[in-house]
């Protein structure tokens, strides 16, 4: 049974700091990891893939993997209110529970 | 750019009833999944498709839930008699392959299930 682990929060942040979200797995043959962004009440929205150990920057996320550890995390700089929503790590097909963030002015 | 449509919304049924659901992928995506997601939790796949043949159904609960893709293009699916524990949202997406062989889903907005 593939595992996605991940803190259920929630995560609470002064706006304008950096969020650090993290999800382990167990497959460690899995290729493909994904970060969704789900409001609440509505459907998930991807924001970032990363298929390659390292970093992967978009704007103000970074997608960190460490296939070694089985690893993956999300960084979120320059917090702002609108980015309040639950996280949600697939690994594959596979998602975590996700983590609420919540960022307070 | 069309997104993933699903209808109905909403949906309340009492347990033994049957329902069903839509999904219209966006144009051109091959692959195409249902899910569920119950409240506080992250979603579950049921099946995936590609085109119209199924890829993955090991965690669909044959006895009751059932799905067809027919033409390669929209999806049902279908819970029948349905259970209190149904009640959930059940998300559709649609992808493109992916380097890796997955590629990034879209999802629709889901439909709202709940047995009563």
């Known amino acids: 049974q593939k595992e996605v682990e991940q803190n259920s929060g929630p995560l609470s942040v002064p706006e304008g700091a950096i969020a650090s979200l993290n999800c382990t797995y167990s497959d460690r043959g899995s290729q493909s990891f994904f970060w969704y962004r789900q409001y609440s009440g509505k459907s998930p929205e991807l924001i970032m893939f990363?298929?390659?150990?390292g970093d992967k920057e978009d704007g103000r996320f970074t997608a960190q993997l460490n296939k070694a550890s089985q690893y993956v995390s999300l960084l979120i700089r320059d917090s702002q209110p609108s980015d309040s929503a639950t996280y949600l790590c697939a690994v594959e097909l596979v998602f975590g529970q996700g983590t609420r963030l919540t960022i307070n002015p | 750019e069309a997104g993933v449509a699903q209808s109905p919304r909403y949906k309340i049924i009492e347990k033994r009833q049957s329902v069903a659901f839509w999904c219209n992928p966006i144009s051109g995506h091959a692959t195409l999944y249902w899910y569920q997601q119950i409240l506080g939790q992250g979603p579950k796949l049921l099946i995936q498709?590609?085109?119209?043949?199924?890829?993955?159904d090991s965690q669909l609960p044959k006895d009751r839930f059932s799905a067809e893709r027919l033409k390669g293009v929209d999806s049902t699916l279908k819970i029948q008699p349905a259970k209190l524990e149904d009640s959930a949202v059940y998300l559709c997406?649609?992808?493109?392959?992916?380097?890796?062989?997955?590629?990034?889903?879209?999802f629709g907005p889901g439909t709202r299930l709940t047995v009563l």
């Open positions: 997406a649609s992808s493109l392959e992916g380097l890796a062989g997955v590629g990034e889903q879209f």
């Open positions: 990363i298929y390659s150990n």
């Open positions: 498709f590609q085109n119209n043949g199924v890829v993955d």
